[in-house]
């Protein structure tokens, strides 16, 4: 397509042909796509509303599209994260031919704070699971959903659409397939494996009822009806506020991401290799996997306050 073609093509079909080549090029996963469509409606709406296109839009406009961003009272998160999504949408239509240049490439986007992770302590955990147990409706799938997330810090993605296959015959390692693609091998603890067995049971029971009345066996290990075919992020996420509210522990303080801060922050405090956390939570960047190291930190100075000889109370004065 020409760059005059382009220049007059809807801005929606921009947003589609860049959507396609991101899952078709990058295997972008389908979260981070929707993610990209949403930024860039709101900036194709914003340039409309000026009678501007993305084929005409200057660095003065993607500027102006931020401050009024930051007008709106958006988060320097999210204007990040809008400023990527813009910028590498200008960078697919450079590539294509459809732009001389990238507007957004000089750009800097807001600071994002680095937040410490929010996390729970083991005895929290420890309630968790065992409200999990008494759930109300299904125990066994709450447990074994529970159990998995501990035990392997998993994205919550990859914890809802875990093939069966991937628990058969009592594997002592899980392969997850995350992000873009990349696969990796995560140890399981003997109690998730118990919670596996016994929701397996439970499960293959159901989908052979399903199949003797001609409906198709899932292939999932947390089937549910819907598009996906899967348990949905939303439906484990309301599960997992509701054993918080069970387990006497504030329910806006847990989320299965809490969890997996929990699992990292864990294992940190045990003794771990960051290195060792980073290929088990699936990191690309071990700067991502850094954030963990308050943990350490925490550790090392107990650590020094209890055993070195100058942090010791009283210990200079009594010298002096």
């Given at each position: 397509?020409?760059?005059?073609?382009?220049?007059?093509?809807?801005m929606?079909?921009?947003?589609?042909?860049?959507?396609?080549?991101?899952?078709?090029?990058?295997?972008?996963?389908?979260?981070?796509?929707?993610?990209?469509?949403?930024?860039?409606?709101?900036?194709?709406?914003?340039?409309?509303?000026?009678?501007?296109?993305?084929?005409?839009a200057?660095?003065?406009?993607?500027?102006?599209?931020?401050?009024?961003?930051?007008?709106?009272?958006?988060?320097?998160?999210?204007?990040?994260?809008?400023?990527s999504?813009?910028?590498?949408?200008?960078?697919?239509?450079?590539?294509?031919?459809?732009?001389?240049?990238?507007?957004?490439?000089r750009?800097?986007?807001?600071?994002r704070?680095?937040r410490?992770?929010?996390?729970?302590?083991?005895?929290?955990v420890?309630?968790?699971?065992?409200?999990?147990?008494?759930?109300p409706?299904?125990?066994?799938?709450?447990?074994?959903l529970?159990?998995?997330?501990?035990?392997?810090?998993?994205?919550?993605?990859?914890?809802?659409?875990?093939?069966?296959?991937?628990?058969?015959?009592?594997?002592?390692?899980?392969?997850?397939?995350?992000?873009?693609?990349?696969e990796?091998m995560?140890?399981?603890?003997?109690?998730?494996?118990?919670?596996?067995?016994a929701?397996?049971?439970?499960?293959?029971?159901?989908?052979?009822?399903?199949?003797?009345?001609?409906?198709?066996e899932?292939?999932?290990?947390?089937?549910?009806?819907?598009?996906?075919?899967h348990?949905?992020r939303?439906?484990?996420?309301?599960?997992?506020?509701e054993?918080?509210?069970?387990?006497?522990?504030?329910?806006?303080?847990?989320?299965p991401?809490?969890?997996r801060?929990?699992?990292?922050s864990?294992?940190?405090?045990?003794?771990?290799?960051?290195?060792a956390?980073?290929?088990?939570?699936?990191?690309?960047?071990?700067?991502?996997?850094?954030?963990?190291?308050?943990?350490?930190?925490?550790?090392?100075?107990?650590?020094?306050?209890?055993?070195?000889?100058?942090?010791?109370?009283?210990?200079?004065?009594?010298?002096?």
């Amino acid at each position: 397509m020409s760059r005059s073609q382009a220049a007059t093509m809807p801005m929606p079909h921009w947003i589609s042909a860049f959507l396609e080549a991101q899952a078709a090029e990058l295997d972008a996963a389908r979260n981070t796509l929707l993610a990209y469509g949403r930024d860039l409606n709101a900036f194709a709406g914003w340039l409309a509303y000026r009678n501007r296109h993305f084929a005409d839009a200057t660095q003065n406009d993607v500027e102006s599209y931020l401050v009024s961003c930051e007008a709106e009272g958006l988060s320097s998160a999210t204007r990040a994260r809008r400023l990527s999504s813009i910028r590498q949408l200008y960078r697919f239509a450079f590539e294509e031919g459809w732009r001389e240049d990238n507007p957004a490439i000089r750009l800097k986007g807001p600071g994002r704070a680095r937040r410490l992770p929010g996390t729970l302590s083991r005895e929290e955990v420890e309630a968790l699971l065992a409200a999990a147990r008494e759930h109300p409706r299904d125990p066994l799938r709450a447990t074994c959903l529970m159990e998995l997330l501990y035990a392997t810090g998993l994205r919550v993605s990859e914890l809802v659409s875990l093939p069966v296959a991937a628990l058969r015959g009592d594997p002592e390692m899980l392969l997850v397939r995350g992000k873009g693609g990349r696969e990796r091998m995560v140890p399981l603890s003997r109690p998730a494996r118990v919670a596996a067995a016994a929701w397996l049971a439970r499960r293959d029971a159901m989908q052979a009822a399903q199949t003797a009345a001609g409906k198709p066996e899932s292939r999932f290990l947390f089937p549910a009806r819907g598009r996906d075919g899967h348990l949905t992020r939303q439906s484990f996420f309301v599960m997992v506020k509701e054993l918080a509210a069970r387990a006497g522990i504030a329910p806006d303080q847990v989320t299965p991401h809490v969890l997996r801060h929990a699992f990292a922050s864990h294992l940190l405090a045990g003794g771990a290799d960051l290195r060792a956390i980073q290929a088990l939570l699936g990191h690309a960047d071990l700067s991502t996997t850094e954030i963990y190291t308050h943990v350490q930190g925490e550790r090392l100075s107990a650590l020094v306050h209890a055993h070195h000889p100058l942090a010791r109370a009283g210990t200079r004065d009594d010298k002096a």
